[in-house]
């Protein structure tokens, strides 16, 4: 089962992050993790007419991080009496110091609530979506009106073979590491899993159309026998979780899986909103091992459709192109 040793919550001022801070606490406890609990300030002098080294400048930066320990620290103290519990105050881009700081010290996952941003019609704003994208470790995107324990997870899975052998290896992989942490996560919060796949029959349409005229009946065949081969690899999937996790743990937890016909962009959103999900799990798609080409449109058409949590994943191999130099 999927156990995180070095968790990294990322709060902010006032009551967000609240939910976030609270899930890392019980994520630590139950995972006997570490916890570092980090604010990030902005850089004062960035939009602001006046020299970037000079002494207006370093006082408006000092008292701005000085504010950001007090509200950090005074969040943070209560839950200290369960665990301990590192503070930073990281000054700068959000995204990118929040990479840093997993660059740094080799967190395994980052838990925060999505960005304010009350004026977009979706859950996750810009700096959202870069750590989606290039973070190296799992994100957590926690939605500040979340329950305090789920009740349906929704794992987000792709059990297609038409890929290259090295990248269908590294989505089997990703595959596995998807259901595994569901798993764990449903058996927390004594919640539902599901497990969803979306596929199509290639060619169907062509099929149909006026050139060649396929009998329906041969149609029929056709899509039926794709639908048992991704039904096949759903089952076997679901079988190599079973034997990693345990047979007590899957019989438990009896998995509903979801083989549904049609765009993964639109039928994984559409699924996750009519059983409530509270939190979904899946993958940001990449080709491994090059920096800057993350997120497939898939992926982030999904995304960008999600009304509720979303625990992300990176395929192995990923290669974040942030660095620790600027």
């Not at 300030?41 to 000092?62: F, K």
Request: hydrophobic share 40%.
């Amino acid at each position: 089962m999927k156990r995180f040793n070095d968790i990294l919550c990322v709060v902010e001022t006032g009551e967000a992050g609240k939910q976030a801070l609270e899930r890392a606490v019980a994520l630590a406890e139950n995972n006997q993790a570490r916890l570092m609990v980090v604010e990030v300030a902005e850089d004062v002098t960035a939009g602001v007419e006046m020299p970037e080294e000079g002494p207006i400048a370093a006082d408006l930066q000092g008292a701005m991080v000085s504010a950001h320990v007090q509200d950090l620290e005074a969040r943070v103290n209560p839950y200290r009496t369960r665990i301990e519990i590192k503070t930073k105050v990281l000054t700068g881009t959000p995204f990118l110091e929040i990479i840093r700081e997993v660059l740094r010290d080799g967190h395994d996952l980052v838990i925060k609530v999505p960005e304010t941003q009350d004026w977009l019609d979706r859950l996750f704003g810009s700096d959202d979506m870069h750590l989606l994208r290039k973070c190296p470790c799992p994100v957590w995107l926690i939605k500040p009106q979340a329950p305090k324990s789920y009740r349906r997870i929704l794992a987000a899975v792709d059990v297609g073979d038409a890929y290259p052998p090295a990248e269908l290896e590294s989505r089997r992989t990703m595959n596995r590491q998807i259901i595994e942490m569901a798993s764990s996560q449903a058996l927390s919060d004594f919640a539902e899993l599901h497990v969803v796949h979306a596929w199509e029959a290639a060619g169907e349409g062509t099929m149909r159309g006026t050139f060649m005229k396929t009998p329906e009946k041969e149609i029929v065949a056709y899509v039926e026998q794709i639908r048992g081969q991704h039904e096949a690899s759903m089952d076997m999937l679901i079988h190599e979780v079973t034997s990693h996790l345990g047979e007590g743990a899957m019989d438990y937890l009896k998995p509903q899986s979801h083989l549904v016909k049609g765009w993964a962009r639109k039928e994984i959103p559409a699924l996750a909103q009519r059983i409530e999900a509270d939190l979904v799990v899946m993958g940001t798609v990449a080709r491994t091992g090059i920096p800057g080409f993350i997120m497939g449109n898939t992926a982030e058409t999904i995304l960008n459709q999600l009304d509720c949590s979303v625990l992300a994943i990176k395929p192995p191999g990923f290669v974040t192109p942030v660095t620790l130099e600027d």
